[in-house]
């Protein structure tokens, strides 16, 4: 992952983060964003290292030795570095970068007298342990503008709890960007030298900077600044200081978001959850008084059509189901505003939905940390207020083909009225018989076999169409299975598509964002 890659994806965390991160922590990555962009921008040709320490431990007149002049003040009983000042080895002295830095003191080195300093800034910053609060707080300011540090200490403090808490240890990820001076090293036998050197050895690698270099350096003696110079040329000349503090203050960001923003994951496995949201959904639009209603005035509607002509009437006593709850009465042009008179959902039935709801939301952000649970359960509640009027917008559109009655219904009613007819027939024919035989004239009906043909009309009709009457009704209720099944999917179909759009949609939307913001965290890792 290229240090350009790495910034992109912090500009992303910062938009995608806001309002979902802490703020404290937003804060910290928008300063990141704008320092590390502005310190790419500025010149390369420079590096900035600053010398750092506590009053006494002699940084300043380590500074002096290496910029050949007396620049900065000594002291050793109290702070006499109280602004930073800077020594400047090349020939634009830096003017941009310093104006950036904002450091007022500038003097220019001798670049010719050390031409393997040239590119170097040097800063010599106020005494961390400073009773003056505006020096700890340019120190705290330039710690995080710096490319390179020198932590300064002396025999005496080097194990200063102030400085290891506050300093050192926050900065383990800059251990290549730091060195670690154990200075006045003159004032100690070179056993005692030797001895510090491992104990603040271990010091560091309790900070968790085991391995920084640390440096046995004196201001007075001859070549006792010499590893520092080693230093101070060695960064100058690879020009990496400065993309390394970068690259280790995104380690650092990273690391500080990793708790916050989990690695990217699967899906969580929302299906049971889902289901139980449609189940619940469904109950509360009526989805089974609205299947229930289907069958029954299938039934209805189809006794009715093939039953024996006369006692149709009987089944429209009865009142339709469908009618009663306002469905399958609206035409194409207005499904969608049609509203139903199905009764409004209890208050179980809400607080069940409810419910529905906050256990998907739940079973979303299952190990995630906070505001995860939070912000999905909003997403999910953002607009759950509509589901209500959406759900009786759907089982009132839809279409359960209630107005389109099957063919074979005509073809029975047709066979029934047909059956009528020869009843009727047979009966006028008897009757118009008897009327011949009141007025003693003689016609005789023709037969088939012991009957006459009028009575077998009559009697073969009324018979055949009772008995058809009770022969299709296992039809009309196999018919209205099959309707009750259908009505089931597609009002199933409709009230998924409103959970989808009211509260999964959103709910997904959010674990989308976030899925994006855990990749964005996870780019920006070396």
Known sequence: ??????????????????????????????????????????????TVIALAGATGSGKSSLFNVVAGASLAEVGVRRPTTSATQAVVFGPDGATELLDWLEIRSRQHGDASAAPELSGLVLLDLP???????????????LVRLVDAFIWVLDPQKYADAVLHDDYLRPLAAHRDVMVVALNQSDRLPSPDVAACVRDLDRLLAEDGLGGVPVLATSAVTPDGAAPLREFLVATVANHKARTARVSADLDTTAARLAPLVPPPRSVPALRDAERRLQNTLAGAAGVPAVVGA?????????????????????????????????????????????????????????????????????????????????????????????????????????????????????????????????????????????????????????????????????????????????????????????????????????????????????????????????????????
Do not use: C
Request: proline share 6%.
């Open 127 to 141: 005494d961390h342990d400073s009773t003056e609060v505006s020096h700890r707080a340019e120190v705290d300011r």
């Open 1 to 46: 992952m290229t240090l350009v890659d790495r910034l992109a994806a912090l500009s992303s965390v910062v938009a995608l983060g806001t309002g979902r991160l802490p703020d404290d922590v937003l804060t910290d990555l928008r300063d990141l964003d704008q320092r590390a962009g502005s310190r790419l921008r500025l010149s390369g040709e420079y």
């Open 294 to 526: 289907v069958g029954r005035a299938y039934e209805r509607r189809g006794l009715a059509a093939v039953g024996w002509p006369p006692l149709r009437w009987v089944h429209h006593l009865r009142p339709d189901p469908l009618r009663r709850l306002g469905i399958g009465q609206s035409s194409m042009g207005d499904e969608v505003l049609r509203r139903t008179s199905l009764p409004s959902a209890s208050a179980a039935s809400r607080a069940g939905v409810d419910s529905a709801v906050r256990s998907l939301a739940d079973t979303a952000s299952s190990g995630l940390p906070a505001p995860w649970p939070r912000m999905l359960l909003e997403a999910a509640k953002s607009r759950a207020g509509a589901v209500p009027d959406a759900l009786d917008r759907a089982v009132g559109g839809a279409d359960l083909g209630t107005n389109r009655p099957p063919r074979w219904w005509r073809l029975v009613g047709a066979v029934q009225w047909a059956l009528l007819a020869a009843a009727v027939a047979g009966g006028v024919w008897l009757g118009l018989l008897a009327v011949l035989a009141y007025l003693q004239i003689g016609l005789d009906a023709p037969s088939l076999g012991p009957f006459a043909w009028p009575t077998v009309l009559l009697v073969g009709g009324l018979a055949s169409g009772l008995a058809l009457r009770v022969l299709i009704r296992p039809f009309v209720a196999v018919g209205a299975a099959r309707r009750r099944r259908r009505a089931t999917a597609e009002l199933g179909r409709r009230v998924e598509a409103v959970g989808e759009e009211f509260v999964l949609s959103p709910l997904r939307a959010e674990l989308s964002l976030f899925g994006e913001l855990a990749a964005a965290v996870h780019r920006l890792n070396r």
